[in-house]
């Protein structure tokens, strides 16, 4: 699957604030939400070199929040008919305005965002766009959520098979993998 450079770094972007989230099975007490506050809005948006960010206040923030949930139930759609209505209501509501831009070093690629938009409507636009081009692709299955029981976080399965179970094969692929080769270890002592 060819995916551009700007759709890639968009899929990245929409991971990464997937991510932010607090996880919902992890008892009240102990979830935190990697975007909590204007500062880590700002480091977020540095993070991704997402452009044109201007200041950001607390109704940034929710917004920025909100988009994060919408994100969240496309990678929860059950089927593809369901994520293209997911996102068809997302970049609509951004208000999509797509134009060409050649910035910060990278070649010409498109934005799908207006000038003045928003943080909130800038993601929804430019990441709602990179989960339409893999919906359009047929690959709305490569929209996964880890298979760790501890872990629930998103990711793309960009492998050629569509075969990838977690997020991170060297940090929860790998801890499930020891863990069960431990187990038959200990089985095969007794």
Not at 42 to 71: C, T
Not at 75 to 80: H, K, L, T
Not at 137 to 150: F, I, S, T, V
Not at 153 to 179: I, Q
Request: glycine letters at 6%.
């Amino acid at each position: 699957m060819l995916i551009p450079h700007d759709t890639r770094i968009a899929l990245d972007t929409v991971v990464d604030l997937v991510n932010t989230a607090p996880e919902s099975e992890l008892p009240a007490s102990e979830r935190t939400d990697g975007l909590a506050d204007v500062g880590a809005l700002y480091d977020f948006a540095e993070r991704h070199r997402i452009s044109g960010v201007g200041e950001l206040a607390e109704k940034d923030l929710r917004a920025v929040q909100d988009v994060r949930g919408r994100f969240a139930e496309i990678f929860a759609a059950p089927d593809a008919r369901t994520a293209a209505e997911l996102v068809n209501r997302l970049v609509a509501a951004a208000g999509t305005t797509p134009q060409l831009s050649n910035h910060d070093g990278y070649d010409w690629h498109v934005h799908y965002f207006s000038p003045d938009a928003s943080i909130a409507d800038h993601l929804a636009a430019d990441c709602g766009m990179a989960l339409a081009f893999i919906v359009v692709a047929g690959e709305q299955e490569r929209l996964r959520r880890c298979e760790a029981p501890d872990c629930r976080h998103a990711f793309v399965d960009l492998s050629r098979n569509r075969s990838r179970r977690y997020c991170s094969s060297r940090t929860c692929g790998n801890r499930l993998h020891v863990a069960a080769y431990r187990a038959r270890r200990k089985e095969a002592s007794r």
